[in-house]
């Protein structure tokens, strides 16, 4: 048996002004006529049935979430009072699907990714699924760079382990953090250093005993609130003890703390569309490399991305700009500083501009 569990909690602060607090990046339909979360939900239909689908956000999302995905159960919405990282949603997660069945495949997805394709990466899920199923390792999905990031960290892949239903799993060398720019180019021409993809496979005892071992106050926090599922106090308990957890990542909390991970090298197409570059990546482009989503010109221009769906645009003699204009906000970014639009988010609310965000 195996199940999904999707994270949805996340803010996309670096897609601001159009990711708002009130309705982040994952409810968004940023590529073709769906939200991200939707086609998160589309890509693992067949692999899963829908009652063995979750979503991890916080309360405030969950009438979002039931709007976007009506087809899983209420019940299938683990809300988080408060957000503390990947671990503790992650050991919540554990917590309600192990009501089911505590041997179940847990397949852990952002809703934020993109899949170019999904057939390949149904493929590879099923692989994961028969790797993990043993019980003994955890599996995480790698994706072979094509450029120097400096955005995401990386798994060092070492030998083969073994092969599970057609798909090879290898030996975790190391995860190393964000490099620089130097670094990056360098594990790019190596070939066997793999972006951290965030998604993960794993069995749901297993997990559970690894955070006893490795993130002993969030098994305890979560032993409390397990006590309580399923009777009147529980979301009493459950924001009293969920903001006293360790705000920690299963990648640092888990899985660098561990020998028993796995790695499978995902050749399906993924993008985390994390930043405004991200998208322009697949936008169509103008002979001078711009983007244009909305109603504007450009002129002796290059390189320039427009999302102004409202308002019209003119851009003059610039490149490599992002230029994005949302209902009462407007956001001029170079591109090479599109990982820093946080930074930006954090000055307007510092400057009391939180009600555009």
């Known amino acids: 048996m195996a ?15 159009r990711s708002r607090m009130a309705l982040p990046k994952q409810f968004l339909n940023l590529i073709e006529n769906k939200t991200m979360l939707q086609q998160t939900v589309e890509r693992v239909q067949g692999l899963v049935n829908m009652e063995d689908i979750y979503v991890v956000a916080g309360a405030e999302f969950k009438d979002i979430i039931i709007k976007q995905i009506p087809q899983i159960p209420q019940s299938n919405i683990i809300v988080e009072p408060f957000g503390r990282d990947t671990a503790a949603a992650v050991g919540l997660a554990a917590l309600v699907v192990r009501q089911k069945n505590p041997f179940d495949v847990m397949i852990v997805l952002p809703a934020d990714h993109y899949i170019n394709d999904v057939p390949r990466f149904k493929d590879i899920i099923k692989g994961a699924i028969a790797a993990a199923g043993r019980g003994e390792n955890i599996i995480t999905l790698g994706i072979a760079p094509h450029r120097p990031e400096t955005g995401y960290g990386y798994i060092c892949q070492g030998e083969q382990f073994d092969e599970f239903a057609g798909i090879k799993a290898y030996v975790v060398d190391k995860f190393l953090e964000k490099p620089n720019y130097a670094q990056a180019l360098e594990f790019l021409f190596q070939g066997n250093y ?17 955070i006893e071992i490795h993130i002993p106050e969030l098994a305890e926090g979560l032993r409390i609130i397990e006590r309580t599922m399923g009777m009147e106090q529980y979301d009493d308990t459950l924001r009293e003890v969920y903001n006293g957890l360790p705000k920690i990542s ?44 909305g109603n504007g010109v450009f002129l002796e221009t290059k390189d320039t991305y427009v999302y102004s769906p409202d308002n019209i645009v003119a851009v003059i003699g610039v490149e490599d700009l992002i230029v994005v204009c949302e209902n009462d906000s407007l956001l001029i970014c170079h591109k090479d500083k599109a990982q820093d639009i ?3 988010v954090q000055a307007l609310k510092d400057n009391g501009f939180e009600d555009v965000l």
């Open 3 to 17: 199940c999904v569990v999707i994270m949805a909690g996340g803010r996309g602060e670096r897609f601001w002004p």
């Open 194 to 210: 793999l972006w951290n993809s965030g998604m993960f496979v794993w069995r749901v005892d297993l997990i559970s005993a690894l």
């Open 250 to 293: 299963v990648d640092y909390g888990i899985l660098e703390r561990t020998e028993r991970v796995l790695v499978i090298r995902g050749d399906f197409g993924w993008d985390d569309l994390g930043s405004w570059t991200a998208l322009d990546r697949y936008a169509k482009k103008d002979k001078s490399g711009n983007a244009l989503e």
């Open 342 to 344: 946080k930074k930006a």
